[in-house]
């Protein structure tokens, strides 16, 4: 039913008249601060923004693109915030964008397009909200517009700087100091670079994208902030569906690029994941591949080892540089352990890395896996696998795919479940899909005749 709404919100929109909008254009940069030498911008931005009057206030659909630094997969390059009559956010998510430093993602907010205190805004006017005290600081001539310079400062000093123009809440520029990492300093700033009004066929058709996007964006149900750009089965099949409407839709429309992008991703992850499936299907039912691998503390474990114990590999690089999230979701594996390790069951870590096949190289993927194991406290054993191992069972990584991999071997030394990738979980619910294949298989080895 979901994939069918967001084609109904492309469609019904089509001939509904619509009130005069206006199209923002914004362009900015992220520049990390050095104290020895010349600061260079480290990432590039532009986004788009479809500003529609809702009642009172506004509705504010933006698109973003971004050049350098990573960045987010496409269901997170778009969104939209509602502001009220006084421009402050009354609901939805504001543009960040996603910058990568030192091996971690760091999603940075972006100013809304309209100033929040526009009617406290008077020359040599201060005033405080939250932990900032702004003061409208001079007047200023930003991007061919007069405008008011209105700095926001904390107790560390001049944080954010925002540029209104004189005639409207309307944000012409603006610029914010930045920490990441172990507190290394980056300057961000963006400024209007153009801004028109729309309306009739082009607004009609903007408008019915946007909206679709956004249908799109809530029947998919991702996590605010995710940044993997992999998709569910269902999730594909949605995009699928959605995406009959939004490229007729919009050819014509600053959107365009966007979709078409959407469309490429969905068509590449919809071919992985049909190859993952045969994938599988070759692998369920059959004998598992021979296998012995060493932990950790020295221990070997083998398919003839584990001869009559369910038991779960969980392939995966086991880095801990950098160390983020999802962790490869082995939290929730290790409480799969505790839950069902009484029943009969282990569970493996296989740290993929190339390096355990090089002598040069074992001593750092070997410390790399222990700063994790210790920084998840992980209580269920490693083991190391250049690489041989994971291509008996399949690896993924040469159909474009990516680690993790699950495999659960029943008592008979038969692979019962095999999962390429991420599973989606809830937080009450942890790895809900493996525990039931875990389960299963536990039932069917006790039914089985000796």
């Known amino acids: 039913m979901q994939k069918c709404l967001c084609v ?3 469609l019904a929109a089509i001939s509904s008249p619509l009130r005069a909008a206006t199209e ?3 362009s900015g940069t992220l520049t990390q601060l050095s104290r020895s030498g010349p600061s260079t911008p480290v990432k590039q931005f ?8 809702d009642g009172d206030g506004r509705q504010c659909f933006y698109q973003l693109s971004e050049r350098g630094g990573g960045g987010w997969a496409w269901p997170e390059r778009f969104g939209q915030i509602t502001l009220n009559a006084e421009d402050q956010k009354s609901a939805g998510r504001p543009a960040h964008i996603l910058h990568m430093h030192d091996g971690t993602n760091y999603p940075v907010e972006l100013a809304a397009p309209f100033f929040e205190f526009s009617e406290k805004i008077a020359p040599d006017a201060k005033w405080t909200a939250g932990k900032l005290s702004y003061e409208v600081s001079r007047e200023r001539n930003v991007a061919e517009r007069d405008c008011w310079q209105i700095d926001a400062a904390d107790n560390f000093g001049r944080r954010q700087s925002f540029f209104v123009a004189k005639d409207s809440a309307l944000l012409v520029a603006a610029e914010r100091r930045v920490f990441m990492g ?5 300057q961000l700033r963006m400024e209007l670079a153009s801004s028109r009004d729309l309306n009739g066929d082009a607004l009609t058709l903007t408008a019915t994208v946007a909206d679709g996007l956004i249908s799109l964006q809530s029947a998919l149900d991702r996590e605010d902030g995710e940044t993997k750009p992999e998709l569910s089965s269902e999730q594909l099949e949605t995009t699928t569906a959605a995406l009959t409407g939004l490229v007729a839709a919009s050819s014509k429309t600053p959107l365009k690029n966007l979709v078409v992008a959407i469309s490429r991703d969905v068509s590449s992850q919809s071919r992985r994941t049909d190859d993952i499936a045969s994938l599988a299907k070759r692998f369920v039912g059959q004998p598992s591949p ?6 950790l503390k020295k221990k070997t474990v083998s398919l003839k080892s584990q001869k009559g114990r369910v038991t779960v590999l969980h392939f995966w690089d086991y880095k801990g540089d950098p160390i983020t999230e999802p962790y490869g979701q082995v939290g929730y594996l290790d409480f799969l352990l505790t839950r069902r390790g009484r029943l009969g069951v282990d569970v493996f870590g296989v740290a993929v890395n190339s390096g355990f096949g090089d002598p040069k190289k074992t001593g750092a993927a070997l410390r790399s896996v222990r700063k994790l194991r210790d920084f998840m406290n992980l209580s269920y054993p490693i083991a190391m696998d250049a690489g041989g191992t994971l291509e008996k069972f399949g690896d993924p990584r040469a159909l474009g795919a990516k680690l993790p991999v699950w495999v659960v071997i029943g008592a008979d030394g038969k692979i019962a479940h095999y999962h390429v990738g991420f599973y989606s979980i809830k937080a009450d619910q942890g790895l809900s899909e493996l525990d039931a294949a875990v389960v299963r ?6 039914t089985k005749p000796e």
């Open 46 to 53: 532009d986004v788009y923004v479809l500003v529609r009057p």
């Open 182 to 186: 172990q507190g290394d300093e980056f």
């Open 24 to 26: 923002l254009q914004y």
């Open 8 to 10: 109904i919100a492309v």
């Open 441 to 446: 298989t536990i039932r069917d080895s006790r």
């Open 290 to 295: 021979d296998f012995t691998l060493t932990t």
